[in-house]
C-alpha cells in the first residue's frame, strides 16, 4: 500500500500530489463536457477544505481496498465530478424555484 496510518511527512506530501492531479483531471473533465464553465467558481469549488477532505479519504478507501493508484483515482475523481454536478443541479433548481415564487408575487 502507498499510505499507513499515521501518514509520514513524505506520504502526506504525496497525498496531496495525488489530490491534486485529482482535482486537475476533474476540473479539465467538466470543462470539457460543459464548454461554459466559470472556471474560478469551479476551482473555488473544487477546491474547498470539505472537497479535498472528501477526494483525499475517497482515494484512501480505493487503495484500501485495493485498487492500484490510477484505478483509485479515477474512483475518487468520478465521485468528485458527481458531486459538483449534483451540487450545481440543485443550485439551479432552488434559483429556478426562487424566481417562480418572486414571479408569482409570493413573499418568502
Known sequence: M????????????????????????AANAIIDIRGEVNTDELMRS????????????????????????EQAAAVAGTALVFDWADATLETRARLQQERAIEGDGAVQ
Do not use: M, N
Not at 501518514?7 to 483531471?25: C, N, P, W
Not at 474547498?48 to 485498487?67: D, N, P, Q
Open 46 to 69: 473544487l477546491t474547498a477544505s470539505t472537497a479535498i477532505e472528501v477526494t483525499a479519504a475517497r482515494y484512501l478507501k480505493a487503495l484500501e481496498e485495493g485498487h492500484r493508484p
Open 2 to 25: 502507498r499510505y499507513t496510518a499515521p501518514l509520514s511527512r513524505a506520504q502526506a506530501d504525496r497525498l496531496g500530489k495525488d489530490v491534486g492531479t485529482i482535482i486537475d483531471f
